[in-house]
């Protein structure tokens, strides 16, 4: 099994960047094979789809809530996949999850989380 660790998030103001990082380890080989994808969990909300890319890194797809500001890249030599958050607003709030390997937007398709990371955006 792949371990998936978030990390980068913190608090920022409104209009700020945040760039997080999720870092696999365990089974690197199928990370780096594989989509992977952003989520998200405000509180009190449901778990959402933010953001995925294929394993080349050659197409990505965003959520229309994010496009436009925020970009999902990967380093497979580093097991790594980025997700550069521009723009903030107070709505991105939540804490952010990576996932490997993607398998649709609905949350429900996963059954193996990392710990997270939190956003939080002052207004």
């Given at each position: 099994q792949v371990q998936l660790v978030e990390s980068g998030g913190g608090l920022v103001q409104a209009g700020g960047?945040?760039?997080?990082?999720?870092?696999?380890s365990g089974r690197t080989r199928i990370a780096s094979s594989y989509a992977m994808a952003w989520f998200r969990q405000a509180a009190g909300k449901e778990r959402?789809?933010?953001a995925s890319i294929t394993w080349s890194g050659g197409s990505t797809f965003?959520?229309?809530?994010?496009?436009?500001?925020?970009t999902i890249s990967r380093d497979?030599?580093?097991n790594t996949v980025y997700l550069q958050m521009n723009s903030l607003k107070p709505e991105d709030t939540a804490v952010y999850y990576c996932a490997v390997p993607?398998?649709?937007n609905d949350p429900a398709l996963y059954d193996h989380w990392g710990q997270g990371t939190q956003?939080?955006?002052?207004?």
């Amino acid at each position: 099994q792949v371990q998936l660790v978030e990390s980068g998030g913190g608090l920022v103001q409104a209009g700020g960047s945040l760039r997080l990082s999720c870092a696999a380890s365990g089974r690197t080989r199928i990370a780096s094979s594989y989509a992977m994808a952003w989520f998200r969990q405000a509180a009190g909300k449901e778990r959402e789809f933010v953001a995925s890319i294929t394993w080349s890194g050659g197409s990505t797809f965003s959520a229309d809530s994010v496009k436009g500001r925020f970009t999902i890249s990967r380093d497979n030599a580093k097991n790594t996949v980025y997700l550069q958050m521009n723009s903030l607003k107070p709505e991105d709030t939540a804490v952010y999850y990576c996932a490997v390997p993607y398998r649709g937007n609905d949350p429900a398709l996963y059954d193996h989380w990392g710990q997270g990371t939190q956003v939080t955006v002052s207004s």
